[in-house]
């Protein structure tokens, strides 16, 4: 639910550039084609959680991971403490699983409780006969 309203902000312009360009360092696995009907209860048969790849990502991305989710599972560090999780939106699926480091979650977290734009602009967009809301 937060990661919903962290979007719904950023949508309506209420963070600052430093928000719009933060990267989340989060991780992918491919999807290895089959099994030939999508079933969750073994992730490990579904994707290939051996091979990641690391990526950045803009918070928006996260928090559509999340949103869209079609599963989420949580995942246990050498430590057994909870360290990330794993996810993947109806969109992302039949291609890949991200495994989304706790760390990275509350980073984007706590950039959305601190920032906030030091000025803004609106404009109206005669094309998209909308208002345009620009920050810095």
């Known amino acids: ?3 919903f309203m962290v979007r719904r902000l950023a949508e309506a312009g209420r963070f600052s550039t430093k928000f ?3 990267r989340a360092e989060i991780f992918r ?3 290895n084609g089959k099994p030939h009907r999508l079933i969750y209860k073994d992730i490990s048969e579904l994707y290939e959680l051996g091979i990641e790849q690391p ?3 803009d918070a928006i991305f ?3 991971q999340f949103i869209h989710a079609n599963f989420t599972y949580a995942i246990r560090g050498e430590d057994r403490n909870w360290n990330g999780l794993y ?3 109806d969109f992302e699926k039949r291609k890949w699983i991200y495994r989304i480091p706790l760390s990275e979650i509350l980073k984007i ?3 959305a409780v601190v920032d906030s734009p030091s000025r803004m602009r609106w404009r109206y967009d005669d094309q998209a006969e909308d208002w345009i809301v620009e920050t810095d």
């Open 29 to 31: 696995c491919a999807f």
């Open 62 to 64: 996260v928090c559509n």
């Open 55 to 57: 990526i950045a990502k």
């Open 1 to 3: 639910m937060a990661l």
């Open 87 to 89: 996810t993947s939106s």
């Open 20 to 22: 719009k360009n933060h």
């Open 109 to 111: 977290l706590e950039l």
